[in-house]
Structure formats: C-alpha cells, structure tokens
C-alpha cells in the first residue's frame, strides 16, 4: 500500500521556468516531509524538508508548500536550470515513531537549455 | 561529510549464485537501510537495521537477507540470486531518532543476474 503518492512521473521544463512536483499522503500522524534529489549515478541527497507547522519552506531557488488539511505537499524550484534535471523524490515519516521513511515513486525532471 | 560506501559500483552474477553487497557509513549511525530502486517503483525498502545484530523486514524481503555484526557494515545477502532481482542497491544511514536530519544514501550499486 503506497502511502505516498507522486506526480507527475516525468516532467520536462524549459530552462528559467518553474518546475512543479505534487505529492500526497494518506497518514495523518506523518509530520516530517522531505524531498530528496537524486542526479544520474548517485545516491538521492536530501533537498529540503518540511514541518507541518509551517505551510511554506524556502532554500533559494527551493520551495515546499504545505498543505494540511488537503494532506498535501508540492516542490517548487523557481528559475529552473539544466543542472537541476535529476531525479526528486518526496517522502514522509512521523517524529518518535518508525526510524523508516515513506518514499514517493519519484519524477524524473528534464530541463531543456 | 557523512560518508556511506558501497563496495561495488556494478556487479554481474549468474542465476544461482550467493550474492554479497556491502555497506559501511562512518558517522557512527545507529539506522541502515537497503533499498531497491526500480524505473517507476521508485524506492523500496528491503530491510532496515537500528542497531548491531538488530535486523526488521522492510517491504520486499523475500529473497534477501542481512547481516550486521558491527555498527559501521550493514550487508545484504542475496541466497540464491534470480533475474528478477537485476535492479539497482542503495544503502543509507541515519542517526536513531534523527531521520529529520535526513538519510544519507551511498551512490549504489548495480547488479544485473544473467
């Protein structure tokens, strides 16, 4: 049962335009919501995570947006360049319980020069 | 920089054989993980570690096992190796009670079973 759920799967975004990626959950005791970017031949590397108590979360050109009571959480990446096509996973995980991350099946973005 | 170390970057094997992957993270993390990643499965947890000899099935054990004797090596043990588990491995730590302070994932390893 995925308790993350991811989309698009891929994405292809011209080079200075805003890449968007959606995710929802299901479990309402999760309250730690990560992303991870993970670039060809690598390991995923976290990004940027969020709290639920905040609705919005900014690192440059990185943003989550939060929304509670939707159960939903998006990355925004502003100004998109060729070096962010990678690979972006979403994740969640409840604070105090299992050590285990729940993962997003992943979108594989493109952004063309 | 924490610093988690497959041993293999690509392996081949054949049907059959035993297959051993290795890890090993050097920031005294207390979590290990393996994972599989598979095009549009994205990342599946085979099992998962919280402490030396302490070992709990993840969501697609079944073929695999593991070993961790020590708290830096987490190892996964394929018994009898199939087609089916051609995919890529990655390995990653965390610090006990400190998953949000994020994963730290090794760079994989590749195996493919003919």
């Known amino acids: 049962q995925q308790q993350v759920k991811q989309s698009p799967q891929s994405l292809i975004v011209q080079k200075g335009g805003i890449s968007i990626i959606n995710c929802a959950y299901e479990n309402t005791a999760f309250d730690y919501f990560p992303w991870y970017q993970q670039f060809p031949g690598k390991g995923p590397a976290l990004l940027i995570a969020i709290r639920p108590d905040v609705s919005e979360k900014k690192e440059g050109r990185f943003t989550i947006s939060f929304n509670k009571s939707a159960k939903q959480f998006s990355l925004h990446i502003m100004d998109s360049q060729p070096g962010d096509s990678a690979t972006y996973f979403c994740a969640a995980n409840t604070q105090g319980g299992s050590e285990k991350l729940v993962f997003g099946k992943g979108t594989k973005l493109t952004v063309n020069p | 920089d924490v610093k988690v170390t497959q041993s293999s970057r690509y392996l081949v094997k054949r049907t059959g054989e035993k297959v051993f992957l290795e890890c090993v993270q050097d920031m005294d993390h207390e979590n290990m993980f393996w994972y599989r990643q598979d095009p549009g499965l994205g990342l599946r947890l085979i099992y998962f570690?919280?402490?030396?000899?302490?070992?709990e099935k993840g969501d697609i054990p079944e073929g695999y096992s593991v070993s961790r004797e020590k708290k830096e090596r987490f190892s996964l043990i394929l018994e009898s190796a199939s087609t089916n588990q051609t995919s890529m491995y990655l390995c990653a730590s965390s610090l006990w009670g400190g998953t949000n302070y994020g994963y730290t994932f090794g760079s994989g390893t590749r195996l493919t079973v003919v």
């Open positions: 570690s919280y402490d030396v000899k302490m070992k």
